[in-house]
């Protein structure tokens, strides 16, 4: 989902706000500076990730672009979600998962059975209801961060 904002110095709290993210950041899950945030960032682009200790919420990422409307006054389209890469690993991971359980399952009884199907999908409701209220979470402290005024 796009998200419309505009903002005061947009390009200055980018500066002050964000800290280069380093190429392997699953081994390096949290930079230790003051700064919020982590990615990259150009004259009209950003790429952002949460700036914390669990590496998996590094996956969420706020992307987009900014233009000056005025000396001060930015516009600002972004969207908060899950990078590609990672929603291709989840989804991959589900698929592979069920498919060898059941196959191991129905070698050995020659049945299906739907209690470790309904805990499989269980978990991963839960795992997606987490990254929701993250995603939720993160891009209140963008907005905060960067003293969003969200345009309608």
């Not at 291709?88 to 299906?112: A, E, P």
Request: charged share 25%; net charge positive.
């Amino acid at each position: 989902m796009k998200f419309s904002a505009e903002s005061q110095d947009f390009d200055k709290q980018l500066k002050k706000c964000v800290t280069k993210e380093p190429i392997i950041w699953f081994f390096t899950p949290k930079i230790f500076y003051d700064k919020n945030f982590t990615g990259k960032f150009n004259d009209s682009n950003f790429n952002l990730s949460s700036n914390t200790y669990f590496s998996s919420l590094k996956a969420i990422r706020i992307k987009r672009i900014y233009k000056r409307k005025s000396e001060n006054l930015y516009s600002i389209e972004y969207d908060v979600e899950l990078s590609k890469a990672t929603k291709i690993f989840y989804f991959l991971g589900i698929f592979s998962f069920v498919f060898v359980m059941n196959f191991m399952i129905y070698k050995q009884r020659q049945t299906f059975e739907i209690f470790p199907n309904c805990i499989f999908l269980f978990f991963n409701v839960f795992i997606l209801f987490v990254f929701s209220l993250s995603k939720r979470n993160i891009k209140k402290n963008f907005e905060k961060e960067f003293e969003l005024k969200n345009i309608v």
